[in-house]
């Protein structure tokens, strides 16, 4: 194949051959990553019509047909709503050919016959639902709370008591780190933006205390043997230690189950299992395979590496296996009913604490490809490459992320199933969803295997289709979506999130100018969330002082101490002045950004629980994997402790009055 024959099929396949880097200047892909990708993105394009068309209402749909005229012009065709009533009409011809149906204003899933062909018309409604009033609320990483008992991971337990007592004091949303499920056989592998299905629930965080008494808890730690002064230590220390804390956790959730659930599955567990499906058993078959798999050796952990016969999940081989295993299979379809048990009672408590959005859960923008997603949905995800971002401002080599994520061509090809399954494995428990790297709805740098992240390229998704399939799932359960759009965006990649209902995020050391210039409080976009910080940045308060910056580094220390006149005019509304750089000055700036961040005219202000307690610790680096304790700092103390700390009363006082609940 010619370089020129190569760059076309790259073009229709949806890689862009040029592209523009964060500086504005014109980048071309190499002839030598072409060849690596192409071949992979045209094994999963499908041919054929699509089996799911995808619109919004008052709009004229165009339909993959020319259909057959027969005589006439205008066809005919039959619509068939979710709730059974049926419509039909005519289409009107273009005049390019193409037939396109009439405006329908009902949202869902429906059925469209055309003559010979049959489509699901899915219908969104024009925007998500919108955040309605000005609010408040908190984020907080989930493992890094504390509760009594807790084995040494923060659970959905602790997240129930923090929504309570935050929703008291007047916030309303909790947005919660990701509950997707990992690799139940290996809690080693801990990363929360890097799991194993988007579809399915971290079964370490399930609260065995919303389903069984306090009693049954304490027979089943005795049946499974764990060790009270061993438990103490997890459960004392600052840091979290995941292998032997996710063994014991697990080990009392299958006491749990073999005492109380085995022997007499209540009905609540039986229709859950009737509820999830194939889906559902696929996904403990996964978890099963991979344990035992897992034991044979480090290849053992990657699907892709399985003896043959087992890589799929539609074979006989897989078949037969979950035939011999069934009650393994039975114990994993267990843990993602207790999980989702928790969330549901975490939603139920916050709704009752007064918040008025609730939980808002995160949506990953990729999986592990060695994960149950991968094995699972095989036709939509490209398992061989991974995403990240080419080199810019942030990281000067770029980023490789590791993970992967849905073929574009594998989407269309297969109705969007798995796009949806993971959409309604979130919405439903919240009420709200923050999409990490929302960007990734139109355009993701894909990299091939082995290379690293300067040999990637942009690959385009059906954008105008993910948007509008996310809002009609949003509306369905009466949530709202947040975009984290933070870094090089298109802008009218940000207005279509404008149009269709998507809030934006306007993170406090991102806001400036084109200059460079700290925005004002009024400057404040209104169509995004206004928060301090998030999890990939420092605290204030370790921002403040410069503790994320080596000690060696001059240039870095002196170019901090820039920002922080900058931004200390800004918070304090007034002339720059040399501010205290003391762990006293840190607090009264903290006081100060968390007062700005309230009194701009966006429509919810979220704060770390970091930031609200004054606490210097960074969930997550970016780029590190060994020189800091990424995802396994727990906060210094209980719930109802951080928040009756004098610095957090404080914060809570300021939110408060700067946006109190009508």
């Not at 194939?278 to 480090?298: D, N, T």
Request: glycine letters at 8%.
């Amino acid at each position: 194949m010619s370089d020129q024959t190569l760059k076309r099929q790259a073009t229709r396949l949806g890689l862009q051959v040029n592209w523009k880097d964060a500086q504005g200047h014109r980048r071309r892909v190499s002839v030598d990553t072409l060849r690596r990708l192409v071949p992979l993105l045209e094994s999963k394009a499908g041919s054929g019509a699509p089996s799911l068309l995808v619109t919004e209402t008052g709009v004229s749909t165009p339909l993959p047909t020319n259909g057959a005229k027969n005589g006439d012009n205008e066809p005919t065709f039959a619509l068939i709503f979710e709730d059974g009533r049926q419509i039909e009409g005519r289409l009107r011809r273009a005049r390019d050919g193409k037939l396109h149906l009439p405006r329908i204003a009902h949202a869902g899933y429906h059925t469209l016959s055309t003559g010979r062909q049959e489509f699901t018309l899915a219908i969104a409604p024009r925007q998500a639902p919108p955040i309605t009033e000005r609010g408040w609320g908190l984020t907080t990483q989930i493992y890094s709370l504390r509760a009594q008992n807790d084995g040494g991971i923060g659970h959905l337990g602790a997240v129930a008591d923090l929504a309570k007592r935050a929703g008291t004091a007047g916030a309303d949303a909790l947005l919660l780190s990701p509950t997707h499920a990992m690799f139940a056989s290996n809690s080693a592998q801990y990363s929360p933006y890097s799991p194993s299905s988007r579809q399915f629930f971290n079964v370490l965080l399930a609260d065995p205390a919303c389903t069984f008494d306090t009693a049954t808890l304490q027979a089943a730690r005795k049946h499974a043997h764990l060790n009270p002064a061993e438990l103490h230590q997890l459960e004392t220390a600052l840091l979290i230690d995941w292998p032997r804390a996710g063994h014991l956790r697990l080990k009392l959730l299958r006491a749990l189950y073999d005492l109380h659930i085995a022997p007499a599955p209540p009905i609540e567990f039986t229709e859950f299992i009737r509820a999830g499906g194939m889906e559902l058993q696929q996904h403990a078959i996964f978890e099963v395979l991979h344990a035992q798999s897992a034991r044979r050796g480090p290849r053992g952990g990657d699907w892709r590496l399985w003896p043959i016969a087992i890589r799929s999940p539609g074979s006989p081989e897989t078949a037969h296996f979950a035939h011999e295993m069934m009650r393994e299979i039975d114990f994993h379809r267990f843990l993602q009913w207790i999980t989702s048990r928790s969330l549901l009672a975490v939603q139920e408590c916050a709704r009752k604490s007064g918040m008025r959005i609730g939980l808002i859960g995160d949506l990953a923008v990729g999986v592990d490809p060695a994960g149950s997603e991968c094995w699972m949905h095989q036709g939509e995800h490209l398992s061989e490459i991974s995403i990240g971002a080419p080199p810019d401002a942030l990281s000067r080599s770029g980023q490789n992320w590791g993970l992967t994520t849905f073929s574009p061509h594998g989407l269309r090809a297969n109705g969007y199933r798995g796009f949806i399954a993971m959409l309604r494995a979130n919405l439903p428990h919240m009420g709200g969803l923050r999409i990490d790297h929302v960007m990734g709805l139109r355009r993701l740098w894909i990299i091939p295997k082995g290379e690293g992240p300067e040999d990637g390229a942009y690959l385009t998704y059906p954008s105008a289709d993910l948007m509008r399939l996310s809002t009609l799932e949003a509306s369905r359960a009466n949530a709202v979506l947040i975009g984290e759009d933070l870094g090089t965006v298109e802008p009218a990649f940000r207005r279509d999130m404008i149009r269709h209902g998507l809030t934006g995020m306007n993170v406090l050391p991102f806001q400036r100018d084109a200059d460079g210039t700290f925005l004002t409080c009024k400057q404040w976009s209104r169509t995004a969330v206004a928060m301090t910080t998030t999890h990939d940045l420092p605290p204030l308060a370790r921002w403040w002082q410069g503790l994320d910056l080596a000690r060696t580094d001059t240039t870095s220390q002196t170019e901090r101490a820039a920002e922080r006149t900058a931004l200390w005019a800004t918070v304090t509304d007034r002339p720059a002045s040399e501010p205290p750089v003391s762990a006293t000055g840190a607090a009264t700036f903290v006081d100060r950004a968390i007062s700005f961040v309230a009194d701009t005219p966006c429509p919810l202000t979220l704060v770390p629980l970091e930031d609200l307690a004054g606490l210097n610790e960074q969930p997550n680096v970016p780029g590190t994997t060994t020189s800091h304790p990424n995802w396994r700092q727990r906060y210094p103390a209980p719930v109802r402790t951080l928040l009756t700390r004098r610095g957090a009363k404080k914060h809570l006082s300021i939110l408060q009055t700067a946006r109190p609940r009508t």
